[in-house]
């Protein structure tokens, strides 16, 4: 370059212009901002930024003094677009316009004001968006060749009397000046950012502690209405004995006890509705009215599944007992979810449901002949999860495994005097 005015005059205005664009070019540089908007729309942004530094100097120089025109038009315009050029690439290319903005100043022709402005817009953008390390070294890039010029002997008699130290100082500091604005950017969002994730953060931990508040208060209308039910429940049974035994000697006293059976059964069964009604979460759908299955729908199922493709047989031992209905649930839903695994893993295979009434167990066995499910270390399918729950409910025991002979077996057992029935006389 052939002087330094130029540069220290001009940087000056840089100075503070940089204290008052940066702001907008700051509040553009938003990691969140830079992330939700397209490349070509920062390029557009930025180009017509660089376009008007172009526009600003060219008619700078036409209507200022002669002294400013160093050189002829279409070269004070070309290198005046080159050194606006890293000002549109500072956001969608950073490290090509920190090499543009190095190089321009070396090979230049004239000294244009908007290499000053890229020099001083870059540094704050680099300084804003990169890592403090690869920050301060885009910067070093960027200054070094000015600073190198501005103290080259060639250049001292174009100073004007102006001495290369205070051209060093004055560089560092504006680029300094530029770099910490930059800094101090990037210090803001990074803090801005961290704020709104503690604040996303904060609203989920609100969220599960209030859901675990609404849970817990659940539980505790639900304990509180299990007792209220247990205690209609008791009473309904000792006024059920008091009226049996006297209803032949004093049908009247036997009449007020069963017509004092038949409120609390309906307070009873309101207030279950009640306790069903805290325990569904919001999740769960509503239940449907439809009758629930029991064991005279098991030969239905048996029926769907062998036109699904599976050859079922069903065997019954002993004399079949009437059951709870959520005993007689609790067996349909093992048998059922048994043969949808049967169909799902077994392939071609056969199978055989056998329920067995004995005098103190009612067993039930599901097998089959096929492949069974893949082995899967240390995880338990949720359909086997659900029957042990359900047998565990009324006292029993599940096992499921493979046979020695192929294939997969559900071997469930329920003891008699849970199943709220007589005792049948059957096969043990």
Not at 46 to 72: M, N, Q, R, Y
Not at 102 to 125: K, W
Not at 392 to 398: I, K, S
């Amino acid at each position: 370059m052939s002087g330094e005015d130029p540069v220290s005059g001009p940087a000056t205005t840089v100075a503070v212009m940089s204290g008052v664009p940066s702001r907008s070019v700051g509040g553009d540089a938003a990691p969140g901002d830079r992330a939700g908007r397209p490349a070509y729309r920062l390029l557009r942004r930025d180009g017509l930024f660089a376009a008007a530094a172009v526009a600003v100097e060219v008619a700078l120089i036409a209507t200022g003094p002669p002294e400013l025109k160093t050189a002829d038009w279409p070269t004070i315009v070309a290198w005046s677009a080159a050194g606006a050029l890293p000002l549109a690439l500072r956001r969608i290319a950073p490290w090509v316009a920190v090499g543009l903005a190095a190089a321009v100043p070396l090979f230049a022709h004239h000294d244009a004001i908007t290499m000053v402005v890229s020099v001083g817009f870059l540094t704050y953008s680099v300084a804003a968006r990169l890592a403090l390390w690869w920050a301060a070294l885009a910067g070093t890039l960027i200054w070094s060749p000015l600073l190198v010029t501005a103290v080259a002997p060639s250049n001292r008699a174009d100073l004007g009397g102006i001495s290369p130290a205070y051209m060093m100082f004055t560089n560092v500091l504006l680029a300094l000046v530029c770099f910490f604005i930059g800094r101090a950017a990037h210090a803001r969002r990074a803090s801005t950012l961290a704020l709104e994730e503690r604040a996303r953060a904060a609203e989920e931990n609100q969220r599960a502690l209030a859901e675990q508040a609404v849970a817990d208060e659940r539980r505790r209308i639900a304990r509180e209405l299990h007792d209220v039910v247990a205690h209609h429940v008791s009473v309904m049974g000792v006024l059920a004995t008091g009226a049996r035994r006297v209803l032949g000697r004093d049908p009247q006293v036997a009449d007020e006890a069963l017509r004092t059976i038949e409120e609390t059964s309906r307070t009873t069964l309101r207030e279950m509705r009640r306790l069903l009604d805290v325990l569904r979460t919001d999740a769960e759908p509503a239940a449907e009215l439809a009758p629930q299955p029991g064991l005279a729908g098991i030969e239905a199922l048996i029926e769907q599944v062998r036109e699904a493709g599976l050859p079922v047989t069903l065997r019954v031992d002993g004399a079949p007992a009437p059951l709870d209905p959520g005993v007689a649930l609790t067996i349909y839903r093992i048998v059922q979810e048994a043969l949808t695994n049967t169909l799902k893993h077994a392939g071609a295979a056969t199978a055989q449901v056998r329920l067995s009434f004995g005098v103190y167990w009612l067993i039930l066995e599901i097998f089959d002949t096929g492949r069974g499910p893949a082995p899967r270390p240390g995880r338990v399918g949720h359909g086997l999860v659900g029957m042990r729950e359900r047998v565990a409910l009324y006292g029993g025991t599940l096992r499921t495994g493979s046979r020695p002979g192929g294939g997969f077996r559900i071997h469930a057992k329920i003891p008699m005097e849970q199943l709220g029935g007589p005792i049948g006389e059957g096969a043990a």
